[in-house]
């Protein structure tokens, strides 16, 4: 079995058992350490500073024990942020009405980059509203795909002034 999947089989099933949902796992290498990135979130609320320290004990404890990952590496726990990945049909469905960002293969095989509202989901495909069309997405076909809210204004205040 693929490292990368076997990884996220073992963490997704630690993270079930604590009440979090595994969003994404990500392998890769920083100078010659390992690092090794765990995206997690709640269904219930947000995701807080004190559950990235639990998930990572967690999950550090799980992984050393199973020496799942060879040699030696970091992991980091992370929230999925402001634009966080949708890997899953459920993802999709939870975020109806959010506006997303979709990289997918078109029918020429061709990489194709779409923003729009997510207008409908279900467990084969997501339809995007853009411009006042509807176009359907099957999830074989994502590539990737974000969260991609509207640009934020920075109030006048927090702006840092340039010096004369």
Do not use: W
């Not at 969003?23 to 500073?49: C, N, P, Y």
């Not at 799942?68 to 992991?75: E, Q, T």
């Amino acid at each position: 079995m693929e490292l990368k999947k076997h990884i996220e089989e073992l963490v997704d099933s630690e993270l079930a058992m604590l009440g979090f949902e595994l969003m994404k796992v990500e392998m890769s290498f920083v100078g010659r350490r390992k690092l090794l990135r765990v995206f997690i979130d709640r269904e219930d609320r947000a995701v807080t500073i004190d559950d990235c320290v639990a998930v990572t004990k967690a999950l550090g404890f799980v992984l050393d024990g199973e020496d799942i990952v060879p040699g030696s590496y970091n992991l980091e726990v992370s929230s999925p942020g402001i634009e966080r990945p949708l890997t899953k049909p459920r993802h999709f469905m939870r975020f109806i009405g959010s506006r997303t960002r979709i990289e997918y293969r078109d029918a020429s095989g061709a990489k194709a980059t779409v923003i729009g509202e997510i207008a409908q989901a279900d467990e084969n495909s997501v339809s995007l509203s853009t411009d006042g069309e509807i176009m359907r997405i099957d999830y074989s076909d994502v590539v990737k795909a974000n969260l991609k809210p509207g640009d934020i204004e920075i109030p006048r205040k927090a702006r840092k002034k340039k010096k004369k």
